[in-house]
């Protein structure tokens, strides 16, 4: 990946709608070079998918509550339960496995206090887990989808 592959990843993590030409003209490439190497990009899995940004809140969904889980039990048959479970609930945006004193943390979107209850009832009806702390967001400060793109390397191979 060289230095032009770094700014059309940029460019696409601000606004993935840009037509090739667009994304081309502002990393400096004609149409044909920008689109095999968004091409290539995809292929190689840098780019995995081009998606719409939804505004939580304009939807219903105004409540994020981040949930740190703790069990007593870490055999592989356990977490493959626990983790199709928690794939399979709609509400989940994020899901980590963890190291330190929380073993996972979760991301919930949810329409209200009511919502969430609803979603901590059938998420320890799941499995056996140890503890569950939530913490209500206050207020959104900051989010970002865009990744910061680490710099050129001239060790870097280029393609074009």
């Known amino acids: 990946m060289d230095a032009i592959d770094r700014k059309i990843l940029a460019v696409v993590q601000q606004d993935a709608s840009l037509s090739v030409a667009e994304i081309g003209q502002r990393v400096g490439l004609s149409s044909t070079p920008c689109w095999k190497r968004l ?28 949930v740190s889980i703790e069990t007593g039990d870490h055999s592989n048959d356990w977490l493959a339960r626990f983790a199709d479970t928690v794939e399979a609930m709609p509400e989940v945006m994020e899901f980590y496995r963890m190291a330190g004193d929380v ?3 979760l991301r919930v979107v949810v329409p209200d206090i009511a919502g969430y209850d609803a979603f901590y009832k059938k998420l320890i009806a799941t499995v056996p887990l140890k503890n569950v702390t939530s913490r209500f967001a206050m207020e959104k400060i900051k989010l970002s989808t865009a990744l910061p793109i680490p710099q050129f390397s001239d060790k870097a191979t280029t393609s074009a």
Request: charge should be negative; aromatic fraction near 6%.
């Open 39 to 66: 091409q290539r990009l995809e292929a190689d899995g840098v780019i995995q998918r081009r998606v719409a940004i939804v505004d939580a809140e304009k939807i219903g969904l105004g409540v994020t509550v981040f």
């Open 103 to 105: 073993d996972y943390m």
